[in-house]
């Protein structure tokens, strides 16, 4: 394809997502309980335009470009997210053509169809925009560009900081790019990154100090939590068996380009799917943590497969946020599923709020991830009489009952209240919030 070519896969890619996001972008911020912690912190930095963190290590040049858009809403904050990611897929597309992928449109569409990718899309979360920038920082790369290479990574770190272990892949692109002058090219790209990256995180560490990563993990997920996390995950089954299609054809060297010029990058993607999957095993908290790998995933199989079966496993991928595969056929895919519980969620979340606002006994609720949901909906400081809190120890169960105070639980808390703090709940003789759902239900209004 030419430019007109490219033009109409933008054009196609628009509406893609448009149609395919378009009902999710009103529908709170997202289920990951982060989501509202970002909401909450860019109604803080709106109102104050201090800069708010809005959990540890800090995402500041994402949590600034929510600020904002605030007072948007979640249609504006979740629309920046799907912007960011046709940003990722029109790179991304640009970087397999450049590097002699045919079917790059296809590649490009693959890339954000990811099941993990795909739910991100519409959510206010930091992943697809790093995720722009680390394929700007590949793209920039196999144009010999360090300096661009190294402010896209920069603007990536700002995004989500351990987006900077791209620095391996990019700098062997480089590396092989620019022959000559090899060694200035990766310490330009690394240390532009460094400084476009520090000055994001300067009002975080001024805030935080030096001790502002986290490195204590307070929860590591059991073996086969684990492997779910590593491929279901981030995949769906739809796209685990494209991959294993993919693996099967790679390891019995069939349908590989025996004499492409882009095996000499073989080593980069391939460095670059091992050091975000190693940053995965030491935090393993979320398949979302894997997105940074997915591109480089895509980009061996681009350039080592024929092109046939890279299109067939592109439109495996394509397909694998709306279809899975079960024991008696297919069903709704990762894509659909995640808009239904974020349905549920904001149904949820108007159900407590209306709960809130009604109550007269002096009561707390335990809220646990709930928390930040209810902390951006606007409605934690509405009543006196109900105090939300996040999760309790027997130490402060105890002085509540003293004091007289009525004790609930949001659903889904009891568990990790007895995870994290060992105190069952439910045993204790808290009782579920009476939540009072409305009789109709459409997506929620805007709530600054």
Not at 64 to 76: I, N, T
Not at 237 to 256: E, P, S
Request: charged share 10%.
């Amino acid at each position: 394809m030419q430019n007109s070519g490219l033009m109409a896969f933008l054009a196609v890619l628009v509406v893609a997502l448009l149609l395919s996001h378009y009902p999710a972008l009103r529908l709170g911020y997202g289920v990951d309980p982060d989501s509202w912690r970002v909401a909450a912190a860019a109604r803080d930095m709106a109102a104050t335009h201090t800069y708010t963190v809005s959990r540890l290590p800090g995402n500041p040049l994402h949590e600034m470009g929510c600020a904002l858009l605030f007072r948007g809403g979640p249609v504006a904050l979740n629309g920046a997210s799907l912007a960011f990611t046709a940003l990722a897929a029109w790179l991304f597309a640009l970087l397999l053509r450049q590097l002699g992928v045919r079917y790059y449109a296809l590649g490009g569409l693959a890339l954000v169809s990811v099941p993990v990718v795909f739910v991100a899309a519409s959510c206010t979360i930091d992943y697809n925009w790093a995720l722009a920038f680390i394929v700007g920082a590949v793209y920039a790369a196999t144009l010999g560009s360090p300096v661009l290479a190294g402010v896209s990574l920069g603007l990536a770190t700002g995004c989500r900081i351990t987006s900077y272990a791209a620095v391996l892949p990019v700098a062997m692109v480089l590396w092989r790019q620019l022959p000559a002058r090899r060694l200035r090219a990766v310490l330009i790209m690394a240390v532009s990154g460094i400084l476009i990256a520090a000055l994001w995180f300067a009002p975080v560490i001024a805030a935080h100090g030096w001790g502002f990563i986290p490195l204590h993990v307070a929860w590591r997920p059991p073996l086969p939590v684990l492997l779910r996390f590593t491929f279901l995950g981030p995949w769906g089954r739809l796209g685990v068996l494209a991959l294993m299609l993919a693996g099967g054809v790679l390891v019995f060297q069939r349908g590989v380009r025996p004499s492409a010029s882009q095996d000499g990058f073989s080593s980069a993607w391939l460095a670059g799917i091992l050091v975000f999957h190693l940053l995965f095993i030491r935090l393993p908290l979320e398949p979302s943590y894997l997105i940074p790998a997915i591109p480089f995933v895509l980009l061996f199989l681009g350039t080592r497969l024929a092109p046939a079966l890279f299109a067939l496993v592109s439109v495996l991928l394509c397909l694998s946020p709306f279809l899975t595969v079960g024991a008696h056929g297919f069903h709704p895919g990762p894509g659909v599923q995640a808009r239904r519980e974020r349905v549920e969620q904001v149904k949820t979340v108007d159900a407590i709020r209306l709960s809130a606002s009604a109550a007269t006994v002096p009561s707390v609720v335990v809220a646990g991830e709930w928390l930040p949901v209810c902390d951006a909906g606007g409605f934690l400081a509405t009543n006196e009489a109900v105090e939300f809190v996040y999760l309790v120890d027997a130490r402060q169960f105890g002085a509540l009952r003293h004091a007289g105070k009525r004790v609930y639980y949001l659903p889904d808390v009891p568990a990790a209240n007895l995870r994290q703090t060992g105190l069952d709940l439910q045993a204790s003789g808290a009782s579920p919030f009476p939540l009072q759902f409305a009789a109709k239900h459409g997506p929620s209004p805007r709530r600054n």
